[in-house]
């Protein structure tokens, strides 16, 4: 089971949902994140909280929608209401979707 965690940028809610889900999932579930513009680089303030958690932090990295055109997840689930209100590419098929919308991590000023 595929689950796809997505945002705007995929630089921090879908990134550290993808390495949460994937920390905890039983075997047979997997997590990956994308964004529909993405920013290119994953927030190091994302990284470090996920490390200090003793959260694996390898292979994450920010990546667009077309990263999954050929492997299209079974769930989807936008964290963000900008991605709750696109459409979701057509070659995610009858994937499930649904909507959690998080406050973004990135805006706390540390």
């Known amino acids: 089971m595929r689950v796809l965690f997505m945002c705007t940028a995929n ?3 879908s990134i550290l949902s993808e390495a949460m889900f994937n920390h905890l999932a039983p075997h ?3 997590a990956v994140s994308s964004g529909s513009f993405p920013k290119g680089q994953v927030l ?11 959260i694996a932090t390898d292979g994450l990295s920010s990546k667009g929608n077309d990263a999954f055109e050929g492997c299209p997840p079974d ?6 209401d900008k991605a709750a209100g696109e459409a979701c590419p057509v070659y995610f098929g009858p994937a499930l979707k649904s909507h959690w919308g998080l406050e973004d991590p990135s805006d706390v000023v540390a």
């Open 44 to 54: 190091p303030r994302s990284l470090t909280t996920l490390q200090n958690a003793g």
């Open 11 to 13: 630089s921090c809610r």
């Open 28 to 30: 047979g579930f997997e």
């Open 75 to 80: 769930i989807v689930i936008t964290v963000c």
